[in-house]
């Protein structure tokens, strides 16, 4: 089992549209969960943290759920500009800031 | 954006022939890390760097080496390159910690597409 798995996808949604992924990770010990984002052939970049009791950010809102191990990401309205892979990372407490990386999900918005 | 550069940016070399990726930063982060980006595995932790001379292993190691003379730079060093290390590889750092949460952020280099004949 991998230690972080997302959502195969892709998504393929209309402009305006909501859509969430969801990611799980199996350490129960993991400390720190982020979202990245990477547009194609290009780096990946932070999109959000994700803080124990949830945050916001505009348009985009990140879940932790400790009990059953996943985090979540939802975008509303989505936008022709949110088409990417979103990459759901997990820190291991312990682990000196090694980032594990689900293989991410593919997000299509079209018009 | 984070001040980080990563040189060259595309690179094409023969199996057997040594390459050197250069990371360089210029946020004065301590820690600092090498990935690779293969289709099907995601980003994978190759090395990673905690402060000067301070190194250590990470995921897929092997036919890998890294160097930290200095803050703002981390080397990656293929030894003797291989076909299986046709890959992109990412450098990246750690911001500053958030002392309320004990939130550490990556942030990346744009990356090097390496290419082994």
Same mark, same amino acid.
């Given at each position: 089992?991998?230690?972080?798995?997302? #959502?195969?996808? !892709?998504?393929?949604?209309?402009?305006?549209?909501?859509?969430?992924?969801?990611?799980?990770?199996?350490?129960? %010990?993991?400390?720190?969960?982020?979202?990245?984002?990477?547009?194609?052939?290009? &780096? !990946?970049? *932070? +999109?959000?943290?994700? /803080?124990?009791?949830?945050?916001?950010?505009?348009?985009?809102?990140?879940?932790?759920?400790?009990?059953?191990?996943?985090?979540? *990401?939802?975008?509303?309205?989505?936008?022709?500009?949110?088409?990417?892979?979103?990459?759901?990372?997990?820190?291991?407490?312990?682990? %000196?800031?090694?980032?594990?990386?689900?293989?991410?999900?593919? +997000?299509?918005?079209?018009? | 954006?984070?001040?980080?550069?990563?040189?060259?940016?595309?690179?094409?070399?023969?199996?057997?022939? !040594?390459? =050197?990726?250069?990371?360089?930063?210029? &946020?004065?982060?301590?820690?600092?890390?090498?990935?690779?980006?293969?289709?099907?595995?995601? *980003?994978?932790?190759?090395?990673?760097?905690?402060?000067?001379?301070?190194?250590?292993?990470?995921?897929?190691? #092997?036919? /890998?080496?890294?160097?930290?003379?200095?803050? &703002?730079?981390?080397?990656?060093?293929?030894?003797?390159?291989?076909?299986?290390?046709?890959?992109?590889?990412?450098?990246?750092?750690?911001?500053?910690?958030?002392?309320?949460?004990?939130?550490?952020?990556?942030?990346?280099? !744009?990356? =090097?597409?390496?290419?082994?004949?």
């Amino acid at each position: 089992r991998k230690e972080v798995e997302q #959502d195969p996808g !892709p998504f393929n949604v209309p402009e305006g549209a909501t859509v969430a992924f969801n990611c799980t990770y199996s350490n129960s %010990a993991s400390q720190s969960f982020f979202w990245y984002r990477q547009d194609c052939r290009k &780096e !990946p970049k *932070l +999109l959000m943290s994700v /803080y124990s009791s949830g945050n916001e950010d505009g348009r985009f809102t990140a879940q932790l759920n400790r009990a059953s191990q996943y985090i979540s *990401l939802l975008i509303r309205d989505s936008k022709l500009s949110d088409s990417a892979t979103y990459l759901c990372v997990v820190i291991l407490s312990g682990s %000196a800031r090694q980032l594990t990386f689900g293989s991410g999900t593919q +997000l299509t918005v079209l018009p | 954006d984070a001040g980080i550069t990563q040189s060259p940016r595309h690179k094409v070399t023969e199996t057997g022939t !040594p390459v =050197t990726l250069r990371c360089h930063q210029t &946020e004065n982060h301590r820690y600092m890390y090498w990935y690779r980006q293969d289709p099907g595995h995601g *980003l994978r932790l190759i090395h990673y760097s905690y402060g000067v001379k301070d190194t250590d292993k990470g995921e897929v190691s #092997d036919g /890998y080496s890294v160097s930290r003379s200095k803050t &703002e730079d981390f080397l990656l060093t293929l030894e003797s390159a291989t076909s299986s290390q046709t890959s992109v590889y990412f450098c990246a750092i750690s911001s500053s910690p958030v002392r309320t949460s004990g939130i550490y952020e990556q942030y990346f280099g !744009p990356g =090097t597409r390496l290419t082994v004949t």
